[in-house]
């Protein structure tokens, strides 16, 4: 079974200029997560997507960042313009149904704004 | 709100000794509590979870981890550590609701050979 699939791995950019990150959930995978680890710290949950629908995108920066599932399976984080400080990298992670399941990572996208 | 706290950045063990990494936590229902491993340039992968049930979890590569409710604390143990079990560890927290999963700093394992 194939994991959770992120393009590109890494990416520089210089400030202001724009962004976007890729997500292939795992197949069935009907719960979507987008997380922020910066270095030396824990991933923190940007958005939360339920299929389609956006359920918890409290901790998104909206001024700049969005989000888009528009088919309930693959998803797109786009920053514009990026800031010296979104450097880190965006993890995708996709869970199935039930509150209690785990949570299944890819292997992010390191962000460096120059 | 819930919360994760890893009291150790680093912990050091000897390859062949056991090796403890704590996780002290604080919801306002039922705690989902889970680890999860994170190796150089890889997404986080999967341990163990404790949802209900037997205090005592156990996961993947040997880990478990002991559900203590009374102290708040979901430890992870393996009882003889490997080199390769060096990485990154993260503590996660979800109450018994539709809540976001919330993760600790995470704490650095070193095994020595």
Same mark, same amino acid.
Do not use: M
């Given at each position: ?6 393009s ?9 200029q ?15 997560y987008?997380?922020?680890? %910066? +270095? ?31 088919k309930?399976?693959?998803s797109? +984080? ?10 880190a ?14 949570q ?5 996208t $390191?962000?460096?704004v120059? | ?5 890893q ?11 056991? +090796? ?8 306002s229902g ?5 680890w999860?491993?994170q190796?150089? %340039? ?5 341990l163990?979870?404790?949802i ?15 559900? %203590?409710k ?6 992870l143990?393996?009882?003889s ?12 927290? $979800? ?9 600790g ?9």
């Amino acid at each position: 079974e194939a994991g959770v699939v992120q393009s590109p791995r890494y990416k520089i950019i210089e400030k202001k200029q724009p962004v976007a990150f890729w997500c292939n959930p795992i197949s069935g995978h009907n719960t979507l997560y987008w997380y922020l680890q %910066n +270095l030396g710290q824990g991933p923190e949950l940007l958005i939360r997507y339920e299929n389609e629908e956006a359920v918890d995108d409290s901790q998104l920066p909206k001024d700049r960042f969005s989000a888009e599932r528009l088919k309930g399976v693959d998803s797109t +984080l786009k920053i514009q313009p990026a800031e010296l400080g979104d450097s880190a990298v965006y993890l995708c992670a996709s869970s199935g149904p039930g509150h209690h399941n785990e949570q299944f990572f890819g292997p992010g996208t $390191r962000l460096t704004v120059l | 709100a819930q919360s994760v706290a890893q009291p150790e950045d680093q912990v050091n063990v000897a390859e062949g000794n056991p +090796l403890t990494v704590k996780c002290t936590y604080s919801v306002s229902g039922n705690p989902y509590l889970f680890w999860y491993v994170q190796y150089p %340039n890889r997404g986080l992968q999967f341990l163990l979870k404790y949802i209900t049930g037997d205090n005592l979890v156990k996961g993947s590569y040997g880990f478990e981890a002991e559900f %203590n409710k009374s102290q708040t604390s979901f430890h992870l143990k393996k009882p003889s550590a490997l080199v390769s079990d060096s990485a990154l560890y993260f503590c996660a927290v $979800r109450d018994g609701g539709n809540t976001p999963l919330v993760f600790g700093k995470g704490t650095r394992l070193s095994v020595i050979a």
